[in-house]
C-alpha cells in the first residue's frame, strides 16, 4: 500500500538547513529553505530510505570536495533522470 503522507527530513548542507520532503505515492522530492521556499522539485524514483542515503554520502563529500547545496540539488535532478523507477510491492 502507498502512503499518502509525505516523508520529511532537514538536513544541513554547506552550513544551510534544508527541509526535504518526498511524497512516495507520486515520486515528487520538494527541497526548501528553513523558511518553506522551494529551492527545487523533482522527482525521485527511488525510496526515502535511498534519498537519506544520497543525502549522507553527498555530506561525507561534500566536506572532503567543498561542494555547495545547489550542487547536490542540481545533482539529484541529473541522477535521478537517469535512474530506472523502481516499485516495490509489499
Known amino acids: 500500500m502507498l502512503t499518502t503522507r ?3 527530513a532537514t538536513c544541513v548542507i554547506d552550513g544551510m538547513p534544508v527541509i526535504l520532503t518526498f511524497y ?3 515520486g515528487v522530492l520538494r527541497i ?6 522551494c529551492i527545487r522539485e523533482t522527482r525521485w524514483h ?3 530510505r535511498a534519498l537519506l542515503d544520497e ?9 572532503m570536495e567543498g561542494q555547495h547545496v545547489h550542487e547536490m540539488v542540481d545533482r539529484l535532478g541529473e ?5 530506472m523507477p523502481t516499485v516495490a510491492i509489499v
Open 55 to 63: 543525502f549522507r554520502s553527498y555530506t561525507e563529500r561534500a566536506e
Open 32 to 37: 526548501a529553505n528553513p523558511s518553506g521556499v
Open 6 to 8: 509525505p516523508c520529511t
Open 79 to 83: 541522477r535521478n533522470s537517469h535512474s
Open 24 to 26: 512516495p505515492d507520486n
Open 46 to 48: 527511488a525510496s526515502w
